[in-house]
């Protein structure tokens, strides 16, 4: 599994039993010295873009979750920020919706769309050849396992977002609900839907918005209909004080219902 590059995410084994993946691509501040480097942003900046993009404490929910579980869920968690790549975004020309606004595989612009490093060429293929494919490639290579072992795998894709719209969303008229649920026409079948909606039943959930979607592996990705995945994004002020600190009630409340929803993915028939 890459091990030149195994540092820069863990993948946390479950029980073999399990056949699902939580996946938590977001919630890291690290950047490595060479990248930060070629970032143009001061510290102060920087601290406050990590601030606004970071989907800060999901490691510790979903390890909440994970532990809670009755049968542990496999996890694969980023250990370095989304501003060194996004794992999550396509990097073909065209494909990627957020390249137009400079926020594709490797981003050029921050949060508020002022410059983040130079669009470089040779630094983005870097970037991409040290830790996109790498991690990718991983990720593919673990949902593979899964499904060997139980002939389907389920990927849980934990995120956050702020209560308030920033300005690189591309809906910003969106719905912003307590826990937005992503879905995929070709891999969120309507048993995961339902799943999804029963677990976290006591907040107020919205389909797809304020953000679409969920990740799946482009190995699998409209290849491989036995990999379902769903989205789960919680409103920062849901878990986090006004210091951007976890509030240890609501992460274990959240990730109780993460749990429930891990129980309930393992007891469907493959």
């Known amino acids: 599994m890459a091990s030149a590059q195994q540092s820069s995410f863990d993948v946390v084994p479950g029980d073999a039993s399990s056949s699902v993946v939580l996946h938590v691509p977001h919630a ?3 950047i490595p010295s060479d990248v930060r480097a070629r970032i143009l942003l001061d510290d102060d900046a920087l601290a ?5 993009m970071t989907d800060a404490s999901t490691d510790v929910v979903a390890a909440h979750a994970a532990a809670a579980a009755r049968i542990r869920p496999w996890s694969f968690v980023n250990r370095l920020s989304r501003l060194v790549v996004d794992p999550e975004r396509f990097t073909e020309p065209g494909a990627e919706e957020m390249d137009a606004i400079g926020m594709g595989a490797v981003y050029t612009a921050t949060s508020v769309l002022g410059p983040l490093r130079d669009a470089d060429p040779a630094h983005r293929a870097d970037l991409l050849a040290r830790y996109f494919t790498p991690y990718a490639e991983s990720l593919a ?3 593979s396992a899964r499904l060997d072992a139980h002939g389907r795998a389920l990927v849980v894709d934990v995120h956050s977002y702020p209560r308030d719209v920033l300005p ?3 809906h910003p008229e969106a719905a912003r609900p307590a826990v937005c649920l992503g ?3 070709r891999h969120t079948p309507g048993w995961l839907r ?3 909606a029963e677990a976290f039943r006591e907040w107020e959930t919205a389909v797809d ?6 990740y799946v592996p482009l190995r699998h990705y409209g290849k491989d209909r036995r990999v379902s995945s769903l989205m789960v994004e919680i409103r920062r002020d849901q878990y986090l004080d006004g210091d951007g600190e976890p509030v240890a009630a609501e992460v274990a409340r959240l990730g109780a219902a993460l749990a429930a929803l891990v129980d309930s993915l393992d007891a469907v028939p493959a």
Do not use: K
């Open 194 to 196: 339902d799943r999804a």
């Open 28 to 30: 890291s501040t690290v």
């Open 209 to 214: 918005q304020p953000f679409a979607g969920t």
């Open 168 to 170: 690189y969303e591309r």
């Open 141 to 143: 290579d673990l949902v």
């Open 183 to 185: 879905f995929d026409e």
């Open 48 to 52: 406050a873009e990590l601030r606004a």
